[in-house]
C-alpha cells in the first residue's frame, strides 16, 4: 500500500508557472506507475498526465501537452507536475494517483491509490 500527498498549489495569474509535488509513502514508490488528475467542481475528473515507474515513459492529455511537464524523483519518493503557462481553465483540485499494473493510463479506474487532492486556482 502507498499514502500519497500533494503539495505545491496555489493562487496565481494566467501565465504564471507551478510545481505540484506528490510524496509517496513506502520503500516502493518505483514499483508504481503514476498519474495526475484534476477535477472541477460539478465535472468529472479528468485525466492530466502519467509517468512510468521508471520514469521514461509519459503521456499527456491534449489540454495540457507542451504546458505542463511531469515527471519523478525514485529516490526521494516524489512525483511532481510543472506546470507553465497557466490558464484559468486549468484552475481545479489537483491529484496525483499510483496504479500497481496500468502504465501510463488515462483511466482514473486503473488507479489504486489517491492523495487528498490539492487546490490551483489561475485567476484572469
Known amino acids: 500500500q502507498v499514502q500519497l500527498v500533494e503539495s505545491g498549489g496555489g493562487l496565481v495569474q494566467a501565465g504564471d508557472s507551478l510545481r505540484l509535488s506528490c510524496a509517496a509513502s513506502?520503500?516502493?514508490?518505483?514499483?508504481?506507475?503514476m498519474g495526475w488528475f484534476r477535477q472541477v467542481p460539478g465535472k468529472e475528473r479528468e485525466f492530466v498526465a502519467a509517468?512510468?515507474?521508471?520514469?521514461?515513459?509519459?503521456k499527456y492529455a491534449d489540454s495540457v501537452k507542451g504546458r505542463f511537464t511531469i515527471s519523478r524523483d525514485n529516490a526521494q519518493n516524489t512525483l511532481y507536475l510543472q506546470m507553465n503557462s497557466l490558464k484559468p481553465e486549468d484552475t481545479a483540485v489537483y491529484y496525483c494517483?499510483?496504479?500497481?499494473?496500468?502504465?501510463?493510463?488515462?483511466?482514473?479506474?486503473?488507479?489504486?491509490?489517491w492523495g487528498q487532492g490539492t487546490q490551483v486556482t489561475v485567476a484572469s
Open positions: 513506502g520503500r516502493t514508490f518505483r514499483s508504481y506507475h
Open positions: 509517468i512510468s515507474g521508471s520514469g521514461t515513459a509519459t
Open positions: 494517483a499510483a496504479s500497481l499494473l496500468f502504465v501510463n493510463s488515462d483511466l482514473q479506474t486503473r488507479y489504486n491509490y
